[in-house]
């Protein structure tokens, strides 16, 4: 009786993880979704300045913007592990400024890195640029393993993107968002319109949370058929 009572609370409590763990990775498509459709929606409205949009607070959902600015002489930032067609690369960011604003983070692009890891050269434009795009909001973190090394002039290669780190190593404190150039604009390198936070776009979150579902039915299938067999016995 015990020994049932046992394999009978396990069985629910394997069931509950992995149902919950399914109803988790639906919410995260929910909100990748709703993070989509905001950038889509940002980019079909006009462009607002980007000094009124950095005056306000960070950006939740995506928002047009149009600006003049000016990068700054502060390393660039290359964010590892950035996956494009199936290739791995780099993310470039520099920090600029426009006329009476908070410093802002800019997405130049992303650049492929070989095999034997060495930094691709990247170019930081020069002079005054008139950039329209979407400020968004602040990059995922992730799962930190260890601390950015920040080694290098020119450029650092980074694990993560960290506001109070920036500020700490550059003396200058950006604003909490990014400002993204639009993928047609002639700055930086390759960029693609609506660049998910981070990786799983919502289609591969549905994915996961069936097979979430479809293993939490499955322990109660397999527990059911078990114990009807030992009721006929």
């Known amino acids: 009786m015990l020994r049932r009572l046992v394999w009978t609370v396990l069985a629910l409590l394997l069931a509950g993880i992995f149902a919950t763990l399914g109803f988790w990775q639906h919410g995260r498509a929910g909100e990748k979704q709703r993070w989509l459709d905001g950038y889509a929606a940002a980019m079909a409205a006009p462009p607002r300045p980007l000094a009124d949009a950095l005056a306000g607070p960070p950006p939740e959902v995506p928002a047009r913007v149009r600006a003049a600015v000016d990068f700054l002489p502060t390393p660039v930032l290359l964010l590892d592990?950035?996956?494009?067609?199936g290739r791995v690369g780099v993310r470039a960011y520099a920090l600029a400024t426009t006329t009476g604003s908070t410093p802002v983070l800019v997405e130049l692009g992303w650049l492929p890195m070989g095999a034997n890891r060495a930094l691709p050269q990247v170019t930081v434009p020069s002079?005054?640029?008139?950039i329209e795009g979407v400020l968004l909001p602040w990059p995922g973190q992730g799962l930190r393993l260890a601390e950015n090394p920040w080694e290098g002039q020119g450029a650092v290669l980074l694990t993560y993107l960290d506001r109070d780190e920036i500020d700490r190593r550059t003396g200058?404190?950006?604003?909490?968002?990014?400002?993204?150039?639009?993928?047609?604009?002639?700055?930086?390198?390759?960029r693609d319109a609506g660049t998910l936070p981070n990786t799983l776009p919502p289609e591969r979150h549905r994915g996961y949370a069936v097979q979430w579902w479809g293993l939490s039915l499955t322990v109660m299938v397999v527990y059911l058929i078990l114990a009807l067999r030992r009721s006929v016995k």
């Open 81 to 85: 592990n950035q996956q494009r067609e």
């Open 172 to 190: 200058i404190s950006p604003y909490h968002g990014v400002l993204q150039p639009g993928p047609a604009q002639a700055l930086g390198y390759v």
């Open 127 to 130: 002079g005054t640029q008139i």
